[in-house]
């Protein structure tokens, strides 16, 4: 009876249920209107996520989701030589995984709404101060990574809006809406204070922008809130006297 949104993504879009979180913002707006299903993989790049694609969204299943947003590249945008250089995806092998995540799921369904979100601007010096009190708290990080995890970005934000722009290339190409995340936050001042918590992850107010920028789109598509019945009557006009009446027809 309800329709099914699905997240799927890397760790902001696992980090989306959480207090101000984007996707937790969905789920109390679709209240009694949909189910929002939370598929965020920390750490994941578009070449892990491939190998998710069968078992979230089999081919087989008699019940498609309705809406899918995509949002990686956050990951694979890991610069290669720096601590996190195994998360390196090059980027024509990102645009091909995204193309390859998209066809896979327009096979599931021809009316899912599928979106891409770019990745987020980075802010290097944030991610600086980040590596440096991991560090601290845990040592063996450096003997680990050595003097580059701390010395040296492992993003850049230069390289994250060249993911970006791919990502809106890949959007274009395959006729989808795409949230440019990465544009977007730019546009305020102080926006790596405002929208960032570690210079890459987001505070309240860049979920706040996530939530905004996919209600525009789903919104656009026919998919307001206030479009989509409730599952169940409203409890003010259930009649007291007799009930069945508000539930003839739903069983």
């Not at 949230?179 to 309240?204: A, N």
């Amino acid at each position: 009876m309800r329709p099914q949104f699905v997240l799927f993504g890397d760790s902001i879009t696992a980090r989306s249920f959480g207090d101000g979180g984007w996707g937790a913002s969905l789920v109390q707006r679709y209240s009694r209107k949909a189910d929002v299903v939370l598929r965020g993989y920390g750490g994941y790049n578009t070449r892990w996520a491939l190998f998710l694609l069968p078992h979230i969204f089999p081919l087989e299943s008699l019940k498609q989701p309705s809406v899918v947003t995509v949002f990686f590249g956050a990951n694979d945008a890991a610069l290669l030589g720096r601590s996190n250089e195994r998360q390196h995806v090059p980027l024509t092998e990102y645009m091909a995984n995204l193309h390859q995540i998209i066809t896979h799921l327009k096979k599931c369904s021809s009316s899912m709404l599928i979106m891409l979100i770019t990745p987020p601007p980075v802010d290097e010096k944030g991610r600086k101060q980040y590596a440096r009190s991991l560090v601290l708290a845990h040592p063996r990080l450096l003997a680990t990574y050595g003097e580059n995890a701390v010395d040296l970005p492992e993003r850049t934000n230069e390289v994250a809006g060249a993911y970006a722009k791919s990502c809106l290339e890949v959007a274009s190409e395959a006729s989808i809406p795409v949230v440019d995340l990465w544009s977007r936050m730019q546009e305020t001042p102080e926006w790596q204070h405002k929208y960032l918590s570690d210079g890459l992850h987001l505070t309240p107010d860049g979920n706040a922008i996530v939530f905004e920028e996919v209600l525009k789109i789903l919104n656009a598509r026919g998919l307001n809130f206030s479009d989509i019945p409730d599952d169940f009557p409203h409890h003010s006009i259930i009649d007291a006297r007799d009930p069945q009446k508000a539930f003839h027809g739903r069983e």
